[in-house]
């Protein structure tokens, strides 16, 4: 382990960016192929294949859970050092997924296919990815995920209006296929490349299925595992509840729908804003201290929301806060992971804490719509403001604890 933690950080800057570019390109175009093209194409298949928003909206939470359960053992297969198999073959079966989704004609065909498509986003996207560049890249590894969600963040920006301009020109039919053409051929080779000149080898013997099981006994024992745990999901509610549910939120409050959608469309940019912000001063400032920051510039951000009825012009301070604060957490959940937990067994470790987050993100829809037939869109915020600060209370926690232990 340590002949692998030395040979990564002393890589030179020309390795560095043969491992780092590669992976940054492909995962803006898995992001805006498999989970943007939902939200991008969803009008279309409404109007096209007669089904409502439920129905379809639920196979996207059907995915997200299969993804969920689906990331340790993800994680467990970068540990055993096929990272590289791994990013490259679940690309390619994304990518065809995509094109057997062009064909579907009834729901349970579409559920199908984005169940499968759950183990495809478990296996490419950011948490395998992260994965990867904490294993093989030691003390750069927060530099080099800084840089690849800087890139990334903009896949939804590339999805939204490539998928409406293929849609009118080919039909959505067609933009899938265009889709999955573009993963095959692009963001597969780079996987491949990227992954073959990192160091992805095994970083210990396998466990025996004995000691397997202590270790994994001896982590949902560990308070900081909980404290991190906990955080993680809360962060998730939150980020969940609003994206899925700010455009009617706020349509309730009177706001017109042109300025609902650029609000909406704002928060991406300000993800990579948040993200170029903690670059800036990241060799400056711990990872704990970054991380408290972002609970702290969220939980602003749902009590900017909730004056905006009274002072619009605080929409746009919810804009900013909601997604510079979200865009570092996407960065930090590995970095302090790591600097937690330790680095031995990351990819079962990280797996774990990816899945209790994604679970979280993917019931936020249906736990907001619950709230929301309750109390209206006042309790939504006042939810989401209070997972804010549940995750402030159990990030500081977790401070304490490995600062004393």
């Known amino acids: 382990m340590h002949m692998v933690m030395q040979m990564t950080s002393t890589a030179s800057p020309r390795s560095f960016r043969a491992i780092v570019w590669p992976l940054a390109i492909g995962e803006t175009i898995v ?121 990334a963040g903009l896949a939804g920006t590339l999805s939204f209006p490539s998928a409406n301009a293929l849609a009118a020109a080919i039909g959505w039919r067609g933009t899938l296929l265009v889709f999955a053409a573009v993963m095959a051929v692009i963001a597969t080779p780079l996987f491949w490349y990227a992954c073959g000149k990192a160091d992805t080898r095994p970083q210990a013997k396998p466990l025996a299925p004995g000691l397997k099981m202590e270790a994994g006994l001896r982590l949902i024992r560990s308070p900081l595992f909980w404290c991190l745990a906990i955080c993680f999901m809360a962060m998730a509610f939150n980020h969940g509840v609003l994206i899925n549910h700010l455009l009617p939120l706020l349509d309730e409050r009177g706001v017109h729908k042109e300025t609902a959608i650029l609000a909406i469309s704002m928060i991406g940019p300000m993800q990579v804003s948040g993200r170029l912000a903690m670059m800036a001063v990241e060799r400056h400032v711990s990872t704990s201290v970054l991380f408290i920051t972002c609970t702290l510039t969220v939980a602003a951000a749902s009590l900017s929301l909730y004056g905006a009825v009274a ?40 797996g774990v804490l990816a899945a209790i987050f994604l679970v979280g993100f993917a019931l936020a829809p249906t736990v907001g719509a619950l709230i929301w037939e309750i109390g209206g869109y006042d309790r939504v915020i006042e939810f989401t403001l209070a997972m804010t600060l549940t995750a402030f209370a159990a990030l500081v926690m977790a401070h304490r604890i490995a600062k004393f232990r």
């Open 311 to 350: 002072i619009p012009y605080l929409l746009v301070g919810f804009v900013l806060f909601q997604g510079a604060g979200h865009g570092m957490v996407s960065i930090l959940r590995p970095v302090i992971t790591a600097e937690y937990l330790g680095r031995k067994d990351f990819g079962l470790i990280a």
């Open 31 to 151: 992001w805006a192929a498999l989970y943007y093209s939902f939200p991008a194409l969803l009008l279309e298949w409404e109007r096209d294949l007669g089904w409502s928003k439920t129905e379809l909206t639920g196979a996207l939470t059907l995915a997200l859970l299969v993804s969920a359960a689906s990331a340790p053992i993800a994680g467990r297969i970068i540990d055993k050092g096929h990272g590289r198999v791994l990013l490259t073959s679940s690309a390619l079966f994304g990518a065809s997924l995509l094109a057997a989704l062009s064909q579907v004609t009834q729901l349970w065909q579409f559920y199908a296919l984005w169940l499968l498509l759950g183990f495809a986003m478990a296996g490419c996207l950011y948490d395998a990815c992260f994965a990867i560049l904490t294993r093989v890249m030691a003390d750069k590894a927060r530099r080099a995920i800084t840089l690849v969600t800087l890139v």
